[in-house]
């Protein structure tokens, strides 16, 4: 990467300060209220930073290089049940920093598991799952399932009109429901477990 002026390198701080507060780049009319500057005189700012490698510009939004980054930040929005189901209440309660692990970030959240019934899995009580938000997943495959709004981690089964929710622990039979049903929705792929050793 060239070297930045005093001016460029400024603009830049002012762009990794509000990622880091906001969770997302600034719009051009935000960072020009920013640095209070006429948007034309951030333009060119952000194009000479561009030339020299430090962002991209895409779709209107600005992309730090990668090395710049902190890392995503996965909003953790609640627990998930890894046994009986338990409620899947939507309320962000913080970010788990795992952007270095799980790239793109965009879609995934996290979920602190309760229960045993995937430890077959490797998927303990206690550990943070991170999720991709989709609504289908392949048979076999673990996710999230939500179960008349109670969310649950379990490995997935679709078969013509039934979905198979298994566990990973003998202890646990499975669950069927017919997928016509509004009571069952996948909401989304487990790709990673997170754990702390003590």
Not at 89 to 115: C, K, Q, W, Y
Not at 170 to 177: I, K, L, S, Y
């Amino acid at each position: 990467m060239e070297p930045l002026t005093e001016r460029q390198a400024r603009v830049l701080r002012v762009i990794l300060r509000f990622i880091e507060k906001e969770d997302r780049p600034p719009s051009m009319r935000e960072l020009a209220a920013l640095l209070r500057r006429h948007v034309k005189t951030v333009y060119q700012h952000l194009l000479a930073l561009e030339q020299k490698g430090y962002i991209e510009r895409r779709r209107g939004r600005i992309c730090v290089a990668p090395e710049l980054r902190r890392g995503g930040r996965v909003p953790v929005v609640g627990r998930v049940a890894a046994g009986t189901p338990i409620l899947a209440v939507e309320n962000i309660e913080g970010h788990l920093d795992v952007g270095t692990l799980f790239s793109p970030t965009e879609g995934l959240f996290a979920l602190m598991v309760r229960g045993d019934s995937m430890i077959g899995a490797h998927i303990c009580d206690g550990d943070w799952v991170i999720v991709r938000r989709q609504q289908e997943v392949e048979n076999g495959e673990i996710g999230v399932a939500v179960v008349n709004d109670e969310a649950t981690v379990k490995r997935i089964r679709v078969s013509g009109r039934s979905i198979r929710l298994s566990a990973e622990n003998p202890a646990f039979a499975p669950m069927e429901f017919d997928t016509a049903s509004s009571n069952v929705r996948i909401v989304g792929k487990v790709i990673g477990v997170v754990r702390t050793m003590q």
